[in-house]
């Protein structure tokens, strides 16, 4: 068995133009052997049981070449394999499955491997730069929705209800439509801010930003119960963001295509992992919904290295279960 694994140590590191050559070779003094030393004459004009016999020699070189051939080249065509099935993120058994191959497929393997984790770097920097990007400009629209939308809206609100003052009969209540349309628009206006940049989050955490959350969603007419720890490990502020988006994400869905009337929110810290769970009751998301709405909680989870993954509740319904890496 040493000899053998010696053998097959020194033959790994042959290039594949001698490999193949080695294997033609093989093939080919097996067939000057059984000529050489098989006791089969052949005319110079052959006859048909010897025209069998060389076909049959013929077809078992063929397929004896082919096999060798086939193992010659197996690695390189998992290396293709591998190229054509990069999304993401590969593990690290499907980068380096290649054992066995001649130092020409290893060196590809290798500079793929490099090519796939700066790939990954740069994917994740550039997600992050997007997620942040996004978040100022979030963060400018709703300043800009709140002191400017807002503060219109409060004046022609409080200049309708000065002119009701002054007013009498249907002039009158037309203009405390007015302001109360003004006061409900303004209000709205809030609650879109609100959405898009959650203060709550910056100024008291994750925590308590997302016990906000479940009270916006409870009072739309779903049950909301919470199962949350409030002793988070520390965590960076995207990371944060994200879990929070997500959650936003998870449960907007439930409200849009759910039907559920109870959804659960976990967020707990498991080993080296922080996870957020939703779950509900509901009839399931249909698959478009559940497309469209992954593809973003699942570019958010790729920015900090975290698993996304949606399955059927225990009791029916949908469970979303983000896992973080601490």
Same mark, same amino acid.
């Not at 080249?73 to 394999?81: D, M, N, T, V």
């Given at each position: 068995?040493?000899?053998?694994?010696?053998?097959?140590?020194?033959?790994?590191?042959?290039?594949?133009?001698?490999?193949?050559?080695?294997?033609?070779?093989?093939?080919?003094?097996?067939?000057?052997?059984?000529?050489?030393?098989?006791?089969?004459?052949?005319?110079?004009?052959?006859?048909?049981?010897?025209?069998?016999?060389?076909?049959?020699?013929?077809?078992?070189?063929?397929?004896?070449?082919?096999?060798?051939?086939?193992?010659?080249?197996?690695?390189?065509?998992?290396?293709?394999?591998?190229?054509?099935?990069?999304?993401?993120?590969?593990?690290?058994?499907?980068?380096?499955?290649?054992?066995?191959?001649?130092?020409?497929?290893?060196?590809?393997?290798?500079?793929?491997?490099?090519?796939?984790?700066?790939?990954?770097?740069?994917?994740?920097?550039? &997600? /992050?730069?997007? =997620?942040?990007?996004?978040?100022?400009?979030? !963060?400018?629209?709703?300043? *800009?929705?709140? %002191?400017?939308? @807002?503060?219109?809206?409060?004046?022609?609100?409080?200049?309708?209800?000065?002119?009701?003052?002054?007013?009498?009969?249907?002039?009158?209540?037309?203009?405390?439509?007015?302001?109360?349309? &003004? /006061?409900?628009? =303004?209000?709205?206006?809030?609650?879109?801010? !609100?959405?898009?940049?959650? *203060?709550?989050? %910056?100024?008291? @955490?994750?925590?308590?930003?997302?016990?906000?959350?479940?009270?916006?969603?409870?009072?739309?007419?779903?049950?909301?119960?919470?199962?949350?720890?409030?002793?988070?490990?520390?965590?960076?502020?995207?990371?944060? =963001?994200?879990?929070?988006?997500?959650?936003?994400?998870?449960?907007?869905?439930?409200?849009?295509?759910?039907?559920?009337?109870?959804?659960?929110?976990?967020?707990?810290?498991?080993?080296?992992?922080?996870?957020?769970?939703?779950?509900?009751?509901?009839?399931?998301?249909?698959?478009?919904?559940?497309?469209?709405?992954?593809?973003?909680?699942?570019?958010?989870?790729?920015?900090?290295?975290?698993?996304?993954?949606?399955?059927?509740?225990?009791?029916?319904?949908?469970?979303?279960?983000?896992?973080?890496?601490?």
């Amino acid at each position: 068995m040493r000899p053998l694994r010696a053998l097959r140590e020194r033959s790994d590191r042959w290039s594949l133009q001698w490999k193949v050559f080695a294997l033609n070779a093989t093939v080919f003094a097996l067939a000057f052997a059984a000529v050489a030393w098989t006791p089969v004459t052949v005319h110079r004009v052959a006859r048909p049981g010897e025209v069998l016999v060389l076909s049959g020699v013929l077809v078992l070189m063929l397929v004896l070449d082919l096999f060798l051939l086939r193992r010659a080249f197996g690695p390189l065509k998992r290396l293709a394999s591998t190229m054509g099935a990069v999304d993401s993120v590969l593990e690290d058994d499907q980068r380096r499955s290649f054992d066995g191959a001649s130092s020409e497929v290893r060196a590809l393997a290798e500079a793929l491997d490099r090519m796939l984790e700066r790939l990954e770097q740069e994917r994740r920097g550039g &997600a /992050l730069r997007e =997620l942040a990007a996004q978040e100022r400009e979030r !963060r400018r629209i709703a300043g *800009e929705l709140h %002191d400017e939308v @807002g503060q219109m809206l409060t004046a022609i609100a409080l200049r309708a209800e000065r002119a009701a003052q002054e007013a009498e009969g249907d002039q009158r209540a037309a203009l405390l439509e007015i302001s109360e349309s &003004a /006061l409900g628009g =303004l209000e709205d206006v809030r609650q879109i801010a !609100r959405q898009l940049r959650p *203060e709550v989050l %910056d100024d008291l @955490g994750l925590v308590n930003a997302v016990i906000a959350l479940c009270g916006r969603v409870d009072r739309q007419g779903i049950r909301v119960r919470r199962e949350l720890d409030w002793t988070l490990p520390e965590l960076a502020p995207e990371v944060e =963001l994200v879990i929070y988006r997500v959650a936003q994400e998870a449960l907007t869905n439930v409200l849009r295509h759910a039907d559920a009337t109870e959804v659960v929110v976990g967020l707990h810290s498991a080993g080296r992992r922080v996870l957020l769970e939703v779950t509900d009751n509901g009839r399931g998301l249909p698959a478009g919904a559940v497309e469209q709405g992954m593809r973003g909680m699942r570019e958010r989870a790729v920015v900090i290295n975290a698993n996304l993954e949606v399955r059927p509740g225990t009791e029916g319904g949908t469970c979303l279960v983000l896992g973080v890496p601490v």
